[in-house]
């Protein structure tokens, strides 16, 4: 690794500011790999690969408004994202962020959430690219294998995040041309060679909602959406690593949700019209629907070649969502605000990267592929986790920001929604809000309490032990960075103390 970061200089990132003055990132990431690092970390063939059977199962083909659902709606988030990241730049996205609206407490229950729900996503995408792996390679894909092939991608993932920014950001531009070829070469394909529906299936519910509404089943099948739209976050974690990040990033964000949303929608599509017989999946008679079609359609040798470009798809979401990880460890340490902060911070001048971050973005997601041994449904508790505490942490910001505003502030970036930007800021909270209720609900009554309640419990360990650790070794209260400036000061002791 390195020696110790030096100080940032007064202004700059290291010290919450909105500048760049002090940062030991280099500017080594053009707009153009900036967006492809959301669009790999949103990755349209990575969420759709990994839940069309779960969704189609549940709630039959008329899953897939779960996309316009979820895009919509993040796409709000993505709004107000775009004019807190304009004002303040800052490498590690919702902490920094979080400090500037609301003040330290705040910003360090915000970080703690997201760094969590970041591990436990790196272990879900490389989760999910396990049964890939295993038939690429030959071998009959098990829970064991499944669990070493996630070590060994997230390894792998690591290693490349450690190369520096421009590795990064090729990773990230080849990453990106995989999704295009998954998503839009192969469905393009299946609609030509495989195609056994019409468009009209998109409303048939096949009879999943039994003798009830379709809604409740509609609202547990829309987990596909809600894993979609997320990442596109990550332009901004990489801020102080972006030429003119205030025009560069807001801009990235919304095309990440346009594009790959798109993406995710005609590769949904293009799988559902090419499945001959839905009722084998709903009814669990074909559990692996998507591997199945792939090898019906293009026989053994086409369907080997798609699992390996899907498996880079895996592997570039998994670098993406590490490089957002270390990032925000980094700038949680670079202020102090958490154990261990003086081994953290340390920055490789060399490769332009904070070498101990990274690191627990690869073991603690390791770790976490290990513990999932003890359960026989690991995938779908794993992801619901990670959209909870992604979402929670999102609405963290999106709440602090609406509070900031109704304060008096008035953002000041180069990207602003102007007078549009309280309605949006409400209306992207009352969305998250709706998704965090539908994410959290519990829909297995049969299963004992505890496995119902699995991920509002999962949410629930992390919020009170942050809270715990928090009061109990007042890190939050550590560091010079601004907190709380955002909002115009009108008491001129707490300004000049700095305190939030």
């Known amino acids: 690794m390195s020696a110790p970061a030096a100080p940032s200089a007064a202004g700059g990132p290291g010290n919450g500011g909105a500048g760049a003055p002090g940062s030991e990132f280099r500017k080594e990431m053009g707009p153009w790999a900036n967006f492809a690092l959301g669009f790999t970390y949103l990755s349209p ?30 796409f709000l988030v993505a709004l107000v994202f775009g004019e807190v990241v304009a004002q303040y730049p800052i490498a590690g996205g919702v902490y920094p962020w979080a400090r500037r609206l609301w003040g330290r407490r705040w910003a360090w229950l915000t970080g703690w959430v997201y760094m969590w729900a970041l591990l436990v996503t790196i272990t879900s995408v490389a989760y999910g690219a396990g049964p890939f792996v295993a038939i690429l390679f030959g071998f009959s894909p098990s829970v064991h294998t499944t669990v070493v092939c996630t070590v060994i991608l997230i390894i792998v993932a690591v290693l490349i995040n450690y190369c520096g920014t421009k590795v990064l950001s090729w990773a990230a531009v080849i990453g990106f041309g995989a999704e295009l070829v998954g998503a839009l070469v192969v469905g393009v394909y299946l609609l030509v060679t495989h195609r056994f529906h019409g468009i009209g299936v998109i409303v048939d519910t ?13 609202l547990a099948a829309a987990i596909i959406g809600f894993y979609q739209y997320y990442g596109f976050e990550a332009c901004g974690d990489t801020a102080e690593e972006v030429d003119r990040p205030g025009q560069v990033i807001p801009k990235a964000m919304r095309r990440t949700i346009y594009v790959g949303g798109a993406a995710a929608t005609f590769t949904c599509l293009s799988l559902l019209l090419s499945v001959a017989d839905y009722q084998a999946i709903i009814d669990g008679r074909d559990p692996d629907p998507v591997v199945n079609l792939l090898f019906d359609a293009m026989g ?13 798809s895996f592997l570039s979401c998994t670098i993406s969502l590490q490089a957002a990880a270390g990032r925000l460890i980094y700038s949680y340490a670079r202020d102090e605000m958490i ?9 490789s001048h060399a490769r332009a990267v904070p ?19 003890i359960s026989e449904d690991a995938l779908t508790k794993i992801v619901s986790f990670a959209i909870l505490g992604i979402y929670g942490a999102f609405q963290m910001v999106v709440l602090a920001a609406l509070r900031a505003r109704l304060k008096g502030w008035r953002p000041s970036g180069e990207y602003t929604l102007g007078r549009w930007g309280l309605a949006v800021n409400a209306a992207a909270l009352a969305y998250g809000i709706f998704a965090i209720v539908n994410i959290c609900w519990p829909r297995t009554p049969d299963v004992p309490w505890y496995e119902n309640w699995i991920v509002l419990l999962c949410g629930a360990v992390v919020v009170g ?36």
């Open 339 to 347: 154990a261990g902060h003086r081994l953290l911070r340390r920055f």
């Open 300 to 312: 053994e040798v086409g369907a080997r070649l798609v699992m390996a470009v899907v498996l880079i």
């Open 45 to 74: 063939v990575v969420s759709t690969y990994t839940l069309f059977s779960t969704a189609l199962a549940t709630g039959g083909p008329p899953m897939i408004w779960a996309f316009l659902l979820a895009g919509l709606g993040q």
């Open 206 to 218: 096949y009879g999943t909602q039994g003798g009830g509404s379709y809604a409740p089943v509609f």
């Open 355 to 373: 070498g101990y971050a990274l690191l627990v973005s690869a073991v603690v997601p390791g770790l976490i592929a290990f513990g999932s041994l």
């Open 465 to 500: 032990s942050g809270v715990l650790y928090m009061v109990t070794t007042h890190h939050y209260g550590r560091g010079e960075a601004p907190a709380g400036d955002a909002i115009p000061e009108r008491d001129p002791e707490r300004k000049a103390t700095g305190k939030a």
